[in-house]
Structure formats: structure tokens, C-alpha cells
């Protein structure tokens, strides 16, 4: 599935005091891959737009922690 | 001039009493990548930047300061019924021996905010890769503050926030593209 973050797997080496974290991500949100907005983007609706914090739903790129991923996050 | 409207761009609602989430979003106040820095740096460097652009600056930083007042608003709400000793035990017993409860503009290590936080370069393309920069920043901040933190109400204006720099990031790109001025041209260099 294509998705806004990106992972990598940091060099693990048998020495590491702490527990390693095998894999690190890292966002890239949309605007990274549009460019120039281009005319006649899809909008959300002006309530759904104050929520979520932009009126075009192809910049909007929710931000969830840990815990809020595993109760399914929220969208608009 | 600037028309004031006596209510926060989106609401600030805080479900628990936890004053060290107050010690970490003051980075977002009086921080480098705050709001405090992002507005000042937008409105001053926007003297001496093509006109074309001016008014998106003076949009943006004016922008950041309605940010600036919702991290306040935080701040204030997750500290003002604090007891000193509660205060001592989430980290602002130094805050409290120079600030009492009051705001003030530094980062969540406790150093004060300072204009070499911001830069005017004059060049107008090297300060609106710096904008676009401080907006990045200013983004994995919020993220990095969703993951500290563990309250659902805040965290959804954090989250708004953090959606507001993804714009705004996008918006100085644009703006790098119409100083181009090559942007609505088809061109194959
Ligand atoms: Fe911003």
C-alpha cells in the first residue's frame, strides 16, 4: 500500500546497550509530491475543512501516535 | 494593521492535568522552530521580497501568530492550577522560581527565545528556503510532540497545527516557483 512514510533500517550491531529499534520511519507528507497545486482539486466540505486543518483533501496527512493508531485514529 | 478576533483559530480543549506537557509545547512557543519565530521572521522579511509574494508572508506570519495563542492557550490550561510542588514534579520547578505561572518565551530546555533563532537574508529565494525549512521543522515538532504526548483533545489541535505547516510549507514552495517565474510555462531545459 502506498503510503506517506518511509522506513529504514538503521545498522544493528550485537554491542548496542539499549534494545535495538530495527526500523525507523520518517514522514514525507503530500505536499512533497505536488508541486505547483494544480486547478480543480477535490475539497472537503467547509465543516470537515476546519477540522482538518486544510481545505484540500489531497495536503491533508493526519499525524497519530502509537496509542492513537491502535484505537484506529481519527479523520475528519 | 491587523483586526483582532477574540476567539482561537481552532479550539484548544485539554483533557488532563499534566504540567510536563506544558514543559515540552513551550518548545513550540518560544523555540526555534515556534510560532513565536516563525511569525516574526515571515512579517519582517516580507520588506524586502518581491511583491508578488509579500502578501503571503504577511498571510503566514500573521497565521502564526493565532498559533502562537493556542500554544498559549495549552500551556496555560495544563499550568494554571498547578501547585509549585506538582510544577517541581513535571520539570518547571525552574520556571516557577523565575516565572511563577506566567508564559514565557523559551524552548522546553528552559533558554530564552532570541532573534539569531531567525534570519533576513535579503535574497529573497535563500529566505524562502528558509521558510519552507522553519515549516518542516515546525511540522516534526508536532510530531514529535503527538508521540510525547497522551491526551486525545490536545493532541487534535496539535494535529491541526501540524496539518497548518504542511500548507504552508507547500505555499512557500509555490512561492519559490512563482519567483521562477517559470512555473505556468512548458518548458524542456
Ligand atoms: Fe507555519
Redesign the pocket.
Same mark, same amino acid.
Given at each position: 500500500m502506498y503510503t506517506h512514510l518511509k522506513f529504514y533500517h538503521p545498522f544493528v550491531s550485537s554491542f548496542d546497550p539499549c534494545k535495538p529499534i530495527l526500523e525507523k520511519k520518517y514522514s514525507t507528507p503530500p505536499h512533497l509530491y505536488i508541486g505547483f497545486q494544480p486547478p480543480n482539486l477535490p475539497q472537503f466540505s467547509p465543516f470537515e475543512a476546519l477540522k482538518a486543518g486544510t481545505l484540500w483533501k489531497d495536503f491533508y496527512d493526519p499525524w497519530f501516535n502509537t496509542y492513537e493508531k491502535q484505537m484506529g485514529g481519527v479523520l475528519p | 494593521m491587523w483586526i483582532y478576533e477574540k476567539k482561537l483559530q481552532y479550539p484548544v480543549r485539554v483533557s488532563t492535568c499534566n504540567p510536563t506537557l506544558a514543559k515540552y509545547l513551550i518548545e513550540q512557543y518560544g523555540g526555534a522552530d515556534g *510560532?513565536l519565530a !516563525?511569525a516574526l521572521r515571515y512579517l519582517n522579511q516580507r520588506y524586502t521580497i518581491p511583491d508578488k509574494v509579500i502578501g503571503l508572508l504577511t498571510d503566514?506570519g500573521t *497565521?502564526?501568530f493565532a @498559533?502562537l495563542e493556542m500554544i498559549a492557550t495549552m500551556v496555560y490550561k495544563l499550568t494554571k492550577d498547578a501547585t509549585p510542588e506538582q510544577l517541581k514534579a513535571a520539570g518547571l520547578g525552574e520556571h516557577y522560581a523565575n516565572h511563577d505561572g506566567a508564559l514565557f518565551y523559551q524552548n522546553a530546555a528552559g533558554s530564552p527565545w532570541t532573534a539569531t533563532y531567525i534570519q533576513a537574508k535579503g535574497d529573497p529565494i535563500a529566505d524562502l528556503y528558509e521558510d519552507i525549512a !522553519? *515549516?518542516e521543522k !515546525?511540522r516534526a515538532t508536532y510530531q514529535w510532540l503527538i508521540d510525547l504526548s497522551d491526551d486525545p483533545d490536545l493532541n487534535d489541535s496539535l494535529r491541526f497545527l501540524r496539518e497548518? *505547516?504542511i500548507i @504552508?510549507a507547500q505555499r512557500f514552495r509555490e512561492a519559490v516557483e512563482i519567483l521562477k517565474e517559470e512555473w505556468d510555462t512548458k518548458k524542456v531545459f
Open positions: - | *510560532e !516563525a503566514i *497565521e502564526e @498559533h !522553519a *515549516e !515546525a497548518r *505547516e @504552508h
